[in-house]
Structure formats: structure tokens, C-alpha cells
T-cell receptor
Framework: GQQVMQIPQYQHVQEGEDFTTYCNSS?????IQWYKQRPGGHPVFLIQLVKSGEVKKQKRLTFQFGEAKKNSSLHITATQTTDVGTYFC?????????FGTGTRLLVSP | GAVVSQHPSRVICKSGTSVKIECRSL??????MFWYRQFPKQSLMLMAT?????????EQGVEKDKFLINHASLTLSTLTVTSAHPEDSSFYIC?????????????FGPGTRLLVL
């Protein structure tokens, strides 16, 4: 079945450093969504990308959808302690949303 | 913004009992609701998709007789874990997709932590 993998599984950065998580799907996606889940919380929708090669920005977050619509990335510039959490990509294929394995981000002050 | 509630937020039960979890969309009508389970430090695994007024579609490997889903209205879906066992202990999260506005967006409930003793 469809698999969505993310790397790295875990990253620990100092506040102010940049962070990137990569998402790779085994199948072509119609769109990709990104979610953030704080410890003990539930996933919160961040953004959706639809077009091949699309890039969207939300303040310090930059999201990119690959040309082949099989991979995506989330880049955070100058991380802050409030960025702590697990970031999941979720790829939509054949009407089904499949979550990636997640990248857990820890930011030290 | 769209709000999805789940009840209960936490439940502890004895092995062999059944547990019902409710998922409600509070300020929108949800044409479709999804049920996920999440083990500690793992990703969300889709269990089933439910559309109002029709039978739920279960993912491969999910027992439909064990995880009963009822989507009685456009704002309520329930998941009943029948004859729960310790291995069913998990974080169960529902999400709801609006029928209008941004239909591709899913709004997640706060989750229900189930512990089966």
C-alpha cells in the first residue's frame, strides 16, 4: 500500500537554528498537507499544497511540493521554542489521506 | 474556526467491556468523518472513513466487527470498541471534513485516550 516516509525522525536544535523535514511518498499525490502536533495534543492543520513545484510561506515556515508530486518539505527559519512538536505531512491519493511517519522537533533555548 | 469535539477525552476500562467514543463537529456540517488511532510516538493510522447515512469504509486490517462506526447525522459519528483488550489501548482521534468552504481540509478532534486494563 501507499507509504509516506519522513526524515529525520527526530531533530534537536538550538533556538535560532533552521530546521527542515522531508516527506516522501511511494505514490504520486493529488495534494499534500502539513500538520503540527504538540506533545499531548492533536494534529493541527498548517497548509495544503496542490500544484507541482508549489512553494508557500507562512511567516518563518516554507513549504514546498516536489515537481513529481511525490515529495515535499517543510523548512523553519530561525526556530523558536514554540516550534516544538511533531510535524506530519499527509499525502492525498485516491481520496485517502495517508499520514507520514512524522518528524519530532525539539528546540532548546 | 471549525471545531471538532470528542467525548470522552480519557477512558479506562476493564478487558472485555465495550467503549463508545463520540465525535462531533460543533459549528459545521461534516459530510465525512475519519477515525484514526495513534500509538505513542507514532504516526496516525487511518482506521475508517464514515459518510453520513452510509456504512463506514474500513482500512485493510481493521476489524469492522470490533470497531463499530455509526455516522447518524452530519455532526456526529461514534466509534465503539467492542470487547476491548489491552492491545486496543491507544489514542483515538477523529477528524471531520466540511461539506462546503474548504472541503479538502480536515479538522481534528482533541482525541480520546483509551486504556484497557
Amino acid at each position: 500500500g501507499q507509504q509516506v516516509m519522513q526524515i529525520p525522525q527526530y531533530q534537536h536544535v538550538q533556538e535560532g537554528e533552521d530546521f527542515t523535514t522531508y516527506c516522501n511518498s511511494s505514490t504520486t499525490l493529488s495534494n499534500i498537507q502539513w500538520y503540527k502536533q504538540r506533545p499531548g495534543g492533536h494534529p493541527v492543520f498548517l497548509i495544503q499544497l496542490v500544484k507541482s513545484g508549489e512553494v508557500k510561506k507562512q511567516k518563518r515556515l516554507t513549504f514546498q511540493f516536489g515537481e513529481a508530486k511525490k515529495n515535499s518539505s517543510l523548512h523553519i527559519t530561525a526556530t523558536q521554542t514554540t516550534d516544538v512538536g511533531t510535524y506530519f505531512c499527509a499525502g492525498r491519493s485516491f481520496q485517502k489521506l495517508v499520514f507520514g511517519t512524522g518528524t519530532r522537533l525539539l528546540v532548546s533555548p | 474556526g471549525a471545531v471538532v469535539s470528542q467525548h470522552p477525552s480519557r477512558v479506562i476500562c476493564k478487558s472485555g467491556t465495550s467503549v463508545k467514543i463520540e465525535c462531533r463537529s460543533l459549528d459545521f456540517q461534516a459530510t465525512t468523518m475519519f477515525w484514526y488511532r495513534q500509538f505513542p510516538k507514532q504516526s496516525l493510522m487511518l482506521m475508517a472513513t464514515s459518510n453520513e447515512g452510509s456504512k463506514a469504509t474500513y482500512e485493510q486490517g481493521v476489524e469492522k466487527d470490533k470497531f463499530l462506526i455509526n455516522h447518524a447525522s452530519l455532526t456526529l459519528s461514534t466509534l465503539t470498541v467492542t470487547s476491548a483488550h489491552p492491545e486496543d489501548s491507544s489514542f483515538y482521534i477523529c477528524s471531520a471534513k466540511p461539506g462546503t468552504g474548504h472541503p479538502e481540509t480536515q479538522y481534528f478532534g482533541p482525541g480520546t485516550r483509551l486504556l484497557v486494563l
